[in-house]
């Protein structure tokens, strides 16, 4: 098991065995000082700042929920994320989101459209 301080070291010099292994690496290895639900959370937050959609996603809320973690929470992050990532990468990004997590976002919004819209009264 080697200390935090080695594992900077190594990182920062880019030493090829080490990150081999890092790269190999699943949740709850010896030198993992995080819970799966952290690192699911993380790895999430990570596909989302980086814009991968797709499998990607679908992989990362797929090992969220796996992890424990619930639609709310998954959502949370995602607006956690927001001043970090940026609005626009949030709001880009939420479709995929919601698609990954089985939520029919089309069909949601569909139904909004086909909604009537409320008259106002003046006061």
């Given amino acids: 098991m080697i200390t935090s301080e080695e594992a ?15 790269m190999a690496a699943e949740p709850g ?3 993992d000082h995080l819970d799966a639900r952290s690192v699911a959370l993380l790895r999430l937050g990570a596909s989302i700042r980086a814009g991968s959609g797709g499998p990607m996603l679908q992989q990362r ?6 992890a424990g973690l619930t639609f709310d929470e998954i959502v949370a992050s995602l607006t956690v994320l927001a ?9 880009a990004i939420a479709p995929d989101l919601a698609r990954a997590l089985g939520y029919d976002i089309d069909a949601a919004l569909e139904r909004l459209d086909d909604a009537p819209t409320p008259v106002i009264q003046p006061r």
């Fill in 8 to 22: 900077l070291r190594k990182l920062t010099i880019g030493d090829p065995a080490y990150c081999r292994a890092v």
């Fill in 29 to 31: 290895d010896p030198n």
């Fill in 61 to 66: 809320v797929g090992d969220a929920l796996d």
């Fill in 83 to 91: 001043p970090t990532v940026g609005i626009e990468r949030v709001v």
